[in-house]
């Protein structure tokens, strides 16, 4: 999964913007660190509690 969809599949879920621009900074960081990085593993299931 590359970037753009995970920002497909994000919003899709709901995920505020604010949120999708901390993910996306963090990864492009370590992407530049070398990482190597799953976009996937970023798309977490909002918990819902009572």
């Known amino acids: 999964m590359g970037k753009d969809e995970f920002l497909k599949e994000a919003r899709k879920m709901g995920m505020n913007e604010k949120l999708i621009a901390e993910i996306v900074e963090e990864v492009e ?4 660190s070398g990482l190597p990085i799953d976009w996937k593993m970023y798309l977490i299931e909002p918990v819902i509690s009572d």
């Open 29 to 32: 960081e370590d992407i530049a």
